[in-house]
T-cell receptor
Framework: DQQVKQNSPSLSVQEGRISILNCDYT??????FLWYKKYPAEGPTFLIS?????DKNEDGRFTVFLNKSAKHLSLHIVPSQPGDSAVYFC????????FGQGTELSVKP | SQTIHQWPATLVQPVGSPLSLECTVE??????LYWYRQAAGRGLQLLFY??????ISSEVPQNLSASRPQDRQFILSSKKLLLSDSGFYLC?????????????FGDGTRLSIL
């Protein structure tokens, strides 16, 4: 039973355009959500987080949106850059972190 | 600043051999420590976590074990490895168990069982 799901295993975007990565969760008790970025053969790097009391958090080119009624969060990257190419994991916390399967983003020049 | 070190980076072991992976954190005290495994094409699965020396919680039944002999040291072990133990093992730390804080990961160990 996957409590956190990333239904798109991959996404390809042109440089300069917006990348939108999506994540769905099932447990309404989750109160903290995070996005991580992972390059091959490296550990995940924390990108941005959002508390369940908010619906948006922005940090530079990265914005996370939370829709609690739909149990859905998304990560927007604007503008996308080739260096953003990586696997992105969403995670949800109700004490422990539960990770999605990841979405591989490819930003083409 | 805080740093986390994990070694070795890669490891090839025969089936039935023992395992010891080590993780240390610098620049903080009394961290929460975690071991995760990432199987190919899948997300990160929490294996163990620790909120203090000698305190280990296991999340999934398996032939792996964890120990925390010192405040900033976390060890993942096995007495006899199985083929299914292959994967990418990640250690992580977070500063607090109460408030919401991100976990910070080491660079991982790629374990291949032959």
């Amino acid at each position: 039973d996957q409590q956190v799901k990333q239904n798109s295993p991959s996404l390809s975007v042109q440089e300069g355009r917006i990348s939108i990565l999506n994540c769905d969760y099932t447990n309404s008790m989750f109160d903290y959500f995070l996005w991580y970025k992972k390059y091959p053969a490296e550990g995940p790097t924390f990108l941005i987080s959002i508390s369940s009391i908010k619906d948006k958090n922005e940090d530079g080119r990265f914005t996370v949106f939370l829709n609690k009624s739909a149990k859905h969060l998304s990560l927007h990257i604007v503008p996308s850059q080739p260096g953003d190419s990586a696997v992105y994991f969403c995670a949800a916390s109700g004490g422990k972190l539960i990770f999605g399967q990841g979405t591989e983003l490819s930003v083409k020049p | 600043s805080q740093t986390i070190h994990q070694w070795p980076a890669t490891l090839v072991q025969p089936v039935g051999s023992p395992l010891s992976l080590e993780c240390t954190v610098e620049g903080t005290s009394n961290p929460n420590l975690y071991w995760y495994r990432q199987a190919a094409g899948r997300g990160l699965q929490l294996l163990f976590y620790s909120v203090g020396i000698g305190q280990i919680s296991s999340e999934v039944p398996q032939n792996l074990s964890a120990s925390r002999p010192q405040d900033r040291q976390f060890i993942l072990s096995s007495k006899k490895l199985l083929l299914s133990d292959s994967g990418f093992y990640l250690c992580a730390w977070s500063p607090d168990s109460v408030s919401n804080q991100p976990q910070h990961f080491g660079d991982g160990t790629r374990l291949s069982i032959l």
